[in-house]
T-cell receptor
Framework: GAGVSQTPSNKVTEKGKYVELRCDPISGHTALYWYRQSLGQGPEFLIYFQGTGAADDSGLPNDRFFAVRPEGSVSTLKIQRTERGDSAVYLC???????????FGQGTRLTVV | EDQVTQSPEALRLQEGESSSLNCSYTVSGLRGLFWYRQDPGKGPEFLFTLYSAGEEKEKERLKATLTKKESFLHITAPKPEDSATYLCAVQEWTGANNLFFGTGTRLTVIP
């Protein structure tokens, strides 16, 4: 596609529920990143994929968070047993390789009630 | 630990009033310094990458410069459509390939 696409745009879920957030990167981009952005803050790194593998998952806050990229294109961020503190905008970015600029999607606004 | 500090937090300018945004950084080895623009409800939009001290890049009314400790984003004769949050981020040579962001400067340009 023309840009990074994230679905859904907004997600409201109840505390304790499971959610999946999807990212479609720019076609041909091998590097994919997930970030989380709270109000008034800059994006905070969660995980980085190079191809199908998670090259760096050091930013995932705990084991409730997991991400996959099985075919090296679309990625899904999965959050189990959601908590109110998980509420934020989740941003996905992709780049042609690890040394070039990353292009961001519009984000998924997650609200846990 | 990487640190990125942006100042001011917020800036209001009259249309045509030039100014500069500051990004001070501390990293073990800088691979690149990135500037992004973010509009409300949108993802960050890439502006510039700077790699070495002394480097400068320009795009329309924006010019980014880099020293060993900080970067400036100069805005010349801004227009209301330049209103946005400007984010600075660093990427280091060792360790993760991710970007470490500052908290941004929220710019408002008044007609």
């Amino acid at each position: 596609g023309a840009g990074v696409s994230q679905t859904p745009s907004n997600k409201v879920t109840e505390k304790g529920k499971y959610v999946e957030l999807r990212c479609d990167p720019i076609s041909g981009h091998t590097a994919l990143y997930w970030y989380r952005q709270s109000l008034g803050q800059g994006p905070e790194f969660l995980i980085y994929f190079q191809g199908t593998g998670a090259a760096d998952d050091s930013g995932l806050p705990n084991d409730r968070f997991f991400a996959v990229r099985p075919e090296g294109s679309v990625s899904t961020l999965k959050i189990q047993r959601t908590e109110r503190g998980d509420s934020a905008v989740y941003l996905c970015a992709s780049s042609s390789d690890q040394n070039t600029e990353a292009f961001f999607g519009q984000g998924t606004r997650l609200t846990v009630v | 630990e990487d640190q990125v500090t942006q100042s001011p937090e917020a800036l209001r300018l009259q249309e045509g009033e030039s100014s500069s945004l500051n990004c001070s950084y501390t990293v073990s080895g800088l691979r690149g310094l990135f500037w992004y623009r973010q509009d409300p409800g949108k993802g960050p939009e890439f502006l510039f990458t700077l790699y070495s001290a002394g480097e400068e890049k320009e795009k329309e009314r924006l010019k980014a410069t880099l020293t060993k400790k900080e970067s400036f984003l100069h805005i010349t004769a801004p227009k209301p459509e330049d209103s946005a949050t400007y984010l600075c981020a660093v990427q280091e040579w060792t360790g993760a390939n991710n970007l470490f962001f500052g908290t941004g400067t929220r710019l408002t340009v008044i007609p």
